[in-house]
Each structure stands twice: as structure tokens, then as C-alpha cells.
């Protein structure tokens, strides 16, 4: 990799860590925010709702935005102009008649129940599932036609800027704000969100793959779409299953209050993994599509250095000042500190090497992929419940640093071992013949 090439990733990548960490602060002040004006109790609810939806979003997205960072990047080198506008009327079609489906089903089952107002929180989420999904999938859509600094833009900054002045609007004006606003606010960030990913994908896109004839592979679009559907809902059923599992406990509201503020600062790091991700991972399809072994080494190299650098600055603050961080929430939330460091470190860990099952996903180990993800996926859930049980919010949070932390280094030592064996491969194949 040339050092021009060099100079524009270490560019774009040091914008995205600006971006993630603006994006840190306007997502932390909104939680700060959240549990003042609610107290624990409405922030329980509060939380447990975004996991929900959160969960439902990924469930909803069908993997479409997954596959888009997989397949837009090589259509568009091999000039599948066709192709690239079937597959983003496919997308659309498929995201909105899923997300309609699933807000149905859980609208249906939250109205034949009795609630307070507070628990109609999730039912609130419900509605705004569509946008959600439709967000998250632009977003992926944008960061496909590598424009990394826009679709960031729209997450880290639009995203939340909106849900964070919604949020000071409606308390200032509206004297019975509770979770189900709170929740209003958020959805209404991610319908801006949406307006704006389609805008800048739309004019950001190739000319020929707008003004071309849509084609569709829908067999093969749909075979792929399932599997990054499945691993994106294991993986999102990861991060976010803790909060909902420890609801299920005999733990007082304030428990799962400050275990779920110990998650939303943990995993606030989180957010820059994924924009560098996004970033990386079209330019790591098109590598391994051209068997560019060398290239997506040095690749990988440069991303390891921002985020390692950003992971030990981020770890270091939530070990020296992760107690007043969460009095911000309030006294009842420093609980939660052991926690936190325990979140912290394991997210540390999966933003380091979060691209490695990336890589064995693009280079067709979709069943390894899975295997791995699933078993992570039932171990946290199971480990909260049992740890959880046990030791309250500490043993929740000692499940998710294990569990992260196992399954970031098991995905790092196999991806390890078949970039070597490819990587030999190609050299054992260019090297000239010996004579003996």
C-alpha cells in the first residue's frame, strides 16, 4: 500500500475518531440527561426499551445493510451498474415490509396486556421501528459507496444531535415527560436520520448505476441477506441481551438502572469500532476479492494503531474517573462502577479486533462465523442470568467481559490462521518453479 493511500486512511481515520468521540459526548449528555429528568425507575424503562429496539432494528434491517458493505464496493469496480440499482430497490422493499411486519407483531402483543403508562415505552419504540431499520440500513448504504465521513456524519452526528434537542425541547415544554417521550425523541432522530442517508446516497452514487435498468439476483441476495441477519442479530443480541436478562432477575429497578448506565458508558467506544468498520470493511472486500493479501495487512495495521490508541486513552479515563462519570446519572448509579470497568474492558477488546469476523465473513466462512457468534450470544445471556443472579450487576458485568473478550480473541487467532494460510497460498503460487 503506496503511501498516498497511507495518508488518506490515516486522514479519514483520525475524522472518524473526532466524529465518535463528539459523538460520545452528545450520546453520553443524553443519557445523563435521560436518567435525571426520569429517575432510575423510568430510566429502567427507558433503557430496556432502546435495547428492544435496538434488537428489533438489526432484526428488521434483514441484513441488507451487511451485505450492502460486502457487495456495492465490487459491483461498482466491475462496473455491475444493474445490478447495483437492483439491489437497492431490493433493500428498500425488503427493510420496510419486514420492519411493518415485526412493529405489527410487537404492537399487537403490547396493547393485549395491561401497563402503566411507563411500560408503553416499548410500545412507543414499535412505531418508529421502520425508521430505525431504514437508518441504519442508509447509513450502511452510504458507507458502501465509501463516503465514510458523510454516513458518519448522519450516526454520530445528526442521529443524536436531533434526539438530544428533541429531548431538552420536550422537557422544557412538556411537564409529564416520561420514558414513552423520551423514546418519541429518539425514533424522531432516526427518521432524520433516514431523509438524509437516502439524500446524500442519492447524490453521492454513480450516475450509471442510477440512470441504469435495475437487475436482481434475489435467490443469491437473499441467501446471503439470511446469513448476516442471523450474525448481526447474535451480535446485537450480545450487547444488548444483559439489560433485557437482568429484568428478568429479582433485581430492584435501581440495579438494572445502574447496570444499564454502566452499559451506556462502556460501551460508548463502541461507537468508534463501528464507524472504522464501516470504513475499512469496503475496501477489505474489494482486497480479498483481488487476493490484495499485502494491501489488507497494512490496512489492517493502520486501523489497529487508531483504535488501540483510542481504546487505551478510553480505558484509562473509565478506571480513573468511571465513579463520577456515573454520578452524573445520579448518587443511586455509582453502583454500577465495577461494571462499568468490566463493560469497558471487554468493549475495548471487540472495538480492537471487530474486524476480524468481518474478514472471515467476506472470505466465505459464514458457518464458522455463526458458530462462533451463536455460542457467544447463548453464553452471555446465560452467564448474566446465572452470575447475575449471584453477584447482581458486578456478575452481569464479569459475563459480558469474558464473553467479549473471548470471543474477540478466538475471532482474531482463526481469522490469524486463514489470512496465513491464503496469504502462503498466493505467494506458493507466484513463486517460479525450482528445478532440481
Known amino acids: 500500500m503506496n503511501t498516498g493511500t497511507n495518508s488518506i486512511q490515516d486522514r479519514s481515520a483520525a475524522i472518524l475518531v473526532i466524529l465518535s468521540f463528539i459523538s460520545l ?13 426520569l429517575g432510575p425507575v423510568g430510566f429502567e424503562s427507558y433503557a430496556v426499551a432502546i435495547a428492544t429496539l435496538t434488537l428489533l432494528s438489526t432484526l428488521s434491517e434483514s441484513g441488507v445493510g451487511k451485505l450492502a458493505i460486502q457487495m456495492l464496493p465490487v459491483y461498482q469496480a466491475s462496473g455491475k451498474w444493474q445490478l447495483t440499482a437492483g439491489f437497492w430497490r431490493f433493500s428498500i422493499r425488503s427493510v420496510l415490509l419486514v420492519s411493518c411486519l415485526v412493529a405489527l407483531l410487537v404492537l399487537l402483543g403490547d396493547l393485549s396486556q395491561q401497563r402503566t403508562n411507563e411500560d408503553h415505552a416499548i410500545l412507543i419504540a414499535a412505531l418508529f421501528l421502520p425508521a430505525a431499520a431504514l437508518a441504519g440500513v442508509g447509513i450502511d448504504f452510504v458507507m458502501a459507496i465509501r463516503a465514510p465521513i458523510l454516513g458518519a456524519a448522519i450516526a454520530r452526528l445528526a442521529i443524536p444531535t436531533t434526539t438530544l434537542v428533541l429531548m431538552m425541547l420536550c422537557m422544557h415544554f412538556i411537564r409529564s415527560f416520561d420514558a414513552p417521550w423520551a423514546v418519541t425523541c429518539f425514533g424522531v432522530g432516526s427518521m432524520v436520520g ?22 436482481f439476483d434475489r435467490p443469491y441476495w437473499i441467501g446471503e441477506c439470511l446469513t448476516f441477519l442471523t450474525l448481526a442479530t447474535l451480535v446485537s443480541s450480545i450487547f444488548r441481551s444483559s439489560v433485557i436478562a437482568l429484568d428478568f432477575l429479582s433485581l430492584t429497578p435501581e440495579d438494572v438502572a445502574s447496570f444499564a448506565a454502566a452499559a451506556e458508558t462502556g460501551g460508548l467506544i463502541l461507537l468508534l469500532s463501528k464507524s472504522t468498520d464501516k470504513y475499512f470493511q469496503p475496501y477489505l472486500a474489494v482486497f480479498i476479492e483481488r487476493h490484495a493479501w499485502s494491501e489488507g495487512d497494512a490496512m489492517r495495521k493502520h486501523r489497529l494503531i487508531w ?22 446519572y445520579g448518587d443511586s448509579f455509582v453502583s454500577g462502577y465495577p461494571a462499568l470497568v468490566l463493560i469497558a474492558t471487554g468493549c475495548c477488546f471487540w472495538s480492537m479486533f471487530s474486524l476480524a469476523p468481518a474478514y472471515l465473513k467476506f472470505s466465505g466462512l459464514n458457518r464458522l462465523v455463526l458458530i462462533v457468534t451463536a455460542t457467544s450470544a447463548i453464553a452471555m445471556i446465560a452467564l448474566t442470568l446465572l452470575l447475575g443472579r449471584w453477584l447482581g450487576t458486578t456478575g452481569a458485568g464479569i459475563a459480558f467481559c469474558l464473553v467479549l473478550t473471548t470471543t474477540s480473541l478466538a475471532f482474531l487467532w482463526l481469522a490469524r490462521l486463514h489470512f496465513l494460510d491464503q496469504s502462503g497460498d498466493s505467494e506458493t503460487a507466484k513463486s517460479p518453479p525450482v528445478n532440481d
Open 194 to 215: 433516514v431523509i438524509l442517508a437516502i439524500c446524500v446516497y442519492r447524490k453521492r452514487s454513480p450516475t450509471e448505476a442510477l440512470k441504469a435498468t435495475p437487475a
Open 307 to 328: 483504535v488501540g490508541a483510542t481504546c487505551s486513552v478510553f480505558l484509562l479515563i473509565i478506571l480513573l474517573g468511571g465513579k463520577s462519570i456515573l454520578r452524573l
Open 25 to 37: 459526548a452528545i450520546s453520553y449528555a443524553t443519557s445523563i440527561l435521560v436518567a435525571r429528568s
